[in-house]
């Protein structure tokens, strides 16, 4: 008889409720009329805590992706108009990417599906039970410190 992988079925609960909170949060965005991916929100977020718009190689960096993914997310973003290539002033063959008002204002409405995705799936738990699942999950995503490179 085999026993339960406890770790296997934690890790196969988080997937489940990620996904529960991506279809929440897709189905809010589509009542506001905004199609977007997950992969979209996160290069907005990116671009939006950029002091000046960054570099396209910035963005591929800072997402953990390779660049030509950050090109076909652009791509698709400039073309709904949330984004706009801009030509750095200090060198011509740099581009940089900035936000619009359309994007900005897509980023709001993406703020405001994403927290009212999270208080559907969370409204079974009290506010204490919030509280320590938030520090439980802090915890996993912080998590230790990295060892010493090989």
Avoid: N, W, Y
Wanted: charged share 25%.
């Amino acid at each position: 008889m085999t026993t339960p992988d406890a770790d296997g079925v934690l890790a196969e609960q988080l997937l489940r409720l990620t996904r529960r909170l991506h279809r929440t949060q897709k189905r809010q965005l589509a009542a506001a009329g905004l199609a977007i991916t997950p992969a979209q929100f996160r290069l907005l977020r990116t671009v939006a805590h950029c002091d000046t718009p960054p570099r396209m190689a910035d963005i591929a960096a800072r997402l953990e992706v390779v660049p030509r993914a950050v090109t076909s997310l652009v791509d698709a973003l400039e073309e709904s108009g949330c984004v706009r290539r801009v030509a750095d002033p200090a060198s011509r063959r740099v581009t940089r990417v900035e936000l619009t008002d359309t994007g900005r204002s897509a980023l709001r409405t993406l703020r405001e599906a994403r927290r009212a995705a999270a208080e559907d799936v969370l409204a079974p738990l009290t506010a204490a039970q919030r509280e320590a699942l938030g520090g439980l999950l802090s915890a996993l995503v912080d998590g230790p410190a990295p060892g010493p490179a090989c």
